[in-house]
């Protein structure tokens, strides 16, 4: 179950990553946050990404071997990289409408996917 839980717990995590790095590209562009200062828009970006700590934390610390998970530290972060690509490709398709997945970014999901299958024998 601690593995179904750090997925869970990754995948939340991710949501918060990737709008805490690239939400602030789409509130620009609905002229909501055009006008502020870079230093407001790191402070906005980090708000988020102190959710997003709240969710990888635990996700790691539930999933690591040596706290009675099922992952290594190198599983951890294969796992983590596939799961952030994944959660990225959904919101960026969903809040920025126009992202087209081409045959490259399939390729790279597959590298990814065989990264897992090397990292898990």
Request: charged fraction near 5%.
């Amino acid at each position: 179950m601690s593995g179904l839980y750090t997925i869970i717990l990754l995948i939340c995590s991710n949501v918060f990553m990737t709008l805490a790095w690239y939400g602030h590209l789409k509130l620009s562009q609905a002229g909501i946050s055009s006008d502020w200062p870079l230093i407001a828009v790191i402070g906005f970006s980090w708000m988020i990404a102190g959710i997003e700590y709240c969710f990888l934390v635990p996700a790691n610390r539930i999933g690591f071997i040596d706290n009675g998970g099922p992952f290594t530290l190198m599983q951890l972060k294969v796992i983590q990289e596939v799961v952030s690509l994944i959660v990225f490709c959904v919101v960026a398709n969903v809040i920025f409408q126009g992202q087209q997945l081409h045959w490259n970014h399939l390729a790279a999901l597959v590298c990814l996917i065989l990264a897992v299958y090397f990292i898990f024998k």
